[in-house]
């Protein structure tokens, strides 16, 4: 059962552009979230987290929102720069981080 | 500052080898994380320790065994290697409730 979802695959970009990624979680005990970026070859770093007290947190050209009632919460990057091309994967913390299954963005010229 | 580094990168094992997957950090994280990624499947949390001396099961534990004899080290033993678990595998520290990952090994059972 996968309680952290991230329903897109893969989404393609034009650089400039806002890139939207979404993920949907099942348990309302969830209290912080995360953001993490992967290239091939390197483990995931942390990009952008937020807390259930509040809805929005943003750091630069990232920014994550969280809608509680729906369970819901997306990370928009803007402007989408080719360098942004990874795969993204949301978490949600309890005692341990649950990983949705990423998101692979492309951002092409 | 090293952070996390896991041995080897890469792995060739055949069917009912075994091997260990070296983890160690130097942060001093009380936390640490093994985690194995298969293609659309995310990250899955195999085992944890919250300190040294305690170990828990995490999603996938089948096929793994864990040891926490101190803080920095936290080695994934693979008993009999079958197939399915050819993946990439991932250590990780926690501090401020963010990881902290190494680079990944990838193993690879024929």
């Known amino acids: 059962d996968q309680q952290v979802k991230q329903n897109s695959p893969s989404l393609s970009v034009q650089e400039g552009r806002i890139s939207i990624l979404n993920c949907d979680y099942t348990n309302s005990m969830f209290d912080y979230f995360l953001w993490y970026k992967k290239y091939p070859a390197e483990g995931p770093t942390f990009l952008i987290s937020?807390?259930?007290?509040?809805d929005k947190n943003e750091d630069g050209r990232f920014t994550v929102f969280l809608n509680k009632s729906a369970k819901h919460l997306s990370l928009h990057i803007v402007p989408s720069q080719p360098g942004d091309s990874a795969v993204y994967f949301c978490?949600?913390?309890?005692?341990?981080?649950?990983f949705g299954t990423g998101t692979r963005l492309q951002v092409f010229p | 500052n090293a952070g996390v580094t896991q041995t080897p990168k890469f792995r060739i094992l055949k069917i009912g080898q075994s091997m260990t997957l070296q983890c160690t950090q130097d942060m001093n994280h009380n936390y640490m994380y093994w985690y194995r990624q298969d293609p659309g499947m995310g990250l899955k949390l195999i085992y944890y320790?919250?300190?040294?001396?305690?170990?828990d099961k995490g999603e996938v534990p089948n096929g793994y065994n864990v040891s926490r004899s101190t803080t920095e080290d936290f080695p994934l033993r693979l008993e009999l290697a079958a197939p399915s678990q050819t993946s990439v595998y991932f250590c990780a520290t926690l501090a401020a409730g963010e990881l902290f990952f190494g680079e990944g090994s990838r193993l690879t059972v024929l």
């Open positions: 978490a949600a913390n309890t005692d341990k981080l649950i």
């Open positions: 937020i807390s259930s007290i509040k």
């Open positions: 320790s919250v300190g040294a001396g305690i170990t």
